[in-house]
Nanobody
Framework: QVQLVESGGGLVQPGGSLRLSCAAS????????MNWYRQAPGKERELVAG???????NYADSVKGRFTISRDNAKNTVYLQMNSLKPEDTAVYYC??????????WGQGTQVTVSS
């Protein structure tokens, strides 16, 4: 079955960096676009970044120039490098894969807290 397992969250000071990882299994990872979403308390879940099977990327305006999404198909893993973190980046970050075959699948989420 499809499984997505996020890791790498934590507490970081403003201006700091974190790298999130999402290990995928149960499907042919290299064939699918992968996404990172986040949800802050009291807010709706929002798309942060996406990467296609071919490596094309897209970002929310709020993270452009600070976050970088990448993938390693040999390791079935997608990453989110987050630099210059701001308090407003505080949220639970979720890995996502969406397809006709598997539907909408999510990981359990990893908490990112940006605070001094």
């Amino acid at each position: 079955q499809v499984q997505l397992v996020e890791s790498g969250g934590g507490l970081v000071q403003p201006g700091g960096s974190l790298r999130l990882s999402c290990a995928a299994s149960g499907f042919t990872f290299s064939r699918y676009s992968m996404n990172w979403y986040r949800q802050a308390p009291g807010k709706e879940r929002e798309l942060v970044a996406g990467i296609t099977s071919g490596g094309s990327t897209n970002y929310a305006d709020s993270v452009k120039g600070r976050f970088t999404i990448s993938r390693d198909n040999a390791k079935n893993t997608v990453y989110l490098q987050m630099n210059s973190l701001k308090p407003e980046d505080t949220a639970v970050y979720y890995c996502n894969v969406r397809s006709v075959l598997y539907g909408d699948r999510w990981g359990q989420g990893t908490q990112v807290t940006v605070s001094s």
